[in-house]
């Protein structure tokens, strides 16, 4: 099950907030959860769960996103109690009411029967909506390339879904071949983490999928996956999110 | 001789000139040359000049650039007649009128003592102000890189500067072990050239350079001459230019 639930805070115009409170906001995540699971994240190599947020002149959109059933009952569940009507951020004394909660959810069996098995488009635009960025040979990667985009959504897809090791070399290379950045808008970011700076980047790109339809639905399939697994770096810390253009669809 | 000669034409707000006029303009310039100069142009492997549109909101800034003392001679020197007080379009049929010339020149030797002997920057600001794309492996790369950004500029300071071959392997290779790309920001663009259309760039990149300053002042060197030349492919037809951050200077 693939889970998304958008609390939506008040944002206090004096704080002047942005992405690098999404570290703080983990905390907040991690204080809910149980010590097993805690234990569990810690020592495994799959990270079932992401999160961003998204500002608004008056509101911030906290978006947190499971993979597993799991992670759902782990995470979000504990978000949705309704006793729990403001989120404390320790660390700047700070306050953010929840206005509203939206949960929406979605089974694998379902994304795969919208988006795997209905004709996918061969274009589509990708809008890094929170900092962005990947790691190659120790070093950090900040710009997506087709190769690191469809690379780390495969890792991830393999890790979490309920398919065992779905994707392999063979259909990366296929991707390689087949997909074509044909026009970007992209900045670099300074995405500050606990004390050090990422670089990263926002922005978009669209992207076209030549050869088989087939491998067009694999990729809309594996790209619908994306909006809630996040791609690149430390996903679980506000990084990595993106929305698919929806109007370009079909 | 580095030469450089804006002319300021009148923006026709209603005709929503953009910079797909560069091929038009560059039709201009080949009326003033003499036969002889073109015949070379066409057959050489040297392209001693380059220009580029700038908008402004009731202005156009046509930068002609020329790299040599015969281009200076050959495709300057005509437009500076004050006997030309217009720019006529044919292909649109659209009289520009000319509101004022401004010509700076710099000798090769200028360049050197202000740019090579004297201690450069580690950072540098790039604004790429035209279409910008390179070709590698007869495909078109629409976007920067150390590679291809200093590959460029060294053959073309090869081709038209006093100096023969200042530039080779070696010196490319310190290129991309020293300088990172640090900040972008960068937006494709589809450039009409003659019914086609070319992926390029718009935007800007900050680069560092590490290593020895003596490294440094030949990047800065070369920047600088590249301001003049352009980079990349069609610098002839108004692609490819750029300039430099001044401010961050020093």
């Known amino acids: 099950m693939l889970s998304r639930l958008q609390i939506i805070l008040n944002n206090p115009k004096d704080k002047h907030l942005n992405f690098n409170i999404s570290s703080l ?29 998204e500002f608004e002149s008056d509101q911030i959109i906290w978006n947190i996103q499971t993979l597993t059933q799991t992670a759902y009952e782990q995470i979000i569940a504990p978000m949705m109690q309704e006793s729990m009507q403001s989120i404390y951020i320790r660390h700047k004394n700070l306050e953010l009411s929840i206005q509203d909660r939206i949960l929406e959810q979605c089974s694998y069996d379902q994304l795969r029967k919208e988006r795997y098995f209905t004709d996918g488009s061969r274009i589509q635009t990708i809008h890094f909506v929170s900092p962005t960025a990947f790691k190659s040979q120790g070093e950090y990667v900040f710009y997506p390339s087709v190769h690191f985009l469809f690379q780390s959504l495969m890792m991830k897809y393999d890790a979490c879904s309920d398919d065992a090791d779905l994707f392999g070399r063979e259909v990366m290379e296929h991707f390689e071949e087949n997909v074509k950045v044909i026009r970007y ?6 995405f500050q983490l606990e004390g050090t700076r990422i670089p990263s980047f926002l922005g978009e790109i669209t992207i076209k999928i030549n050869g088989p339809q087939a491998l067009v639905n694999l990729a809309d399939y594996l790209l619908a996956f994306g909006e809630y697994s996040g791609v690149g770096i430390k996903c679980g810390i506000g990084m990595g999110a993106y929305k698919l253009d929806e109007r370009k669809r079909g």
Not at 32 to 39: D, P
């Open 25 to 53: 906001l983990q905390g907040i995540i991690m204080e809910q959860i149980s010590y097993a699971f805690a234990t569990e994240l810690h020592n495994g190599s799959r990270q079932p769960y992401s999160h961003y947020v």
């Open 185 to 190: 808008k992209l900045r670099s970011y300074s």
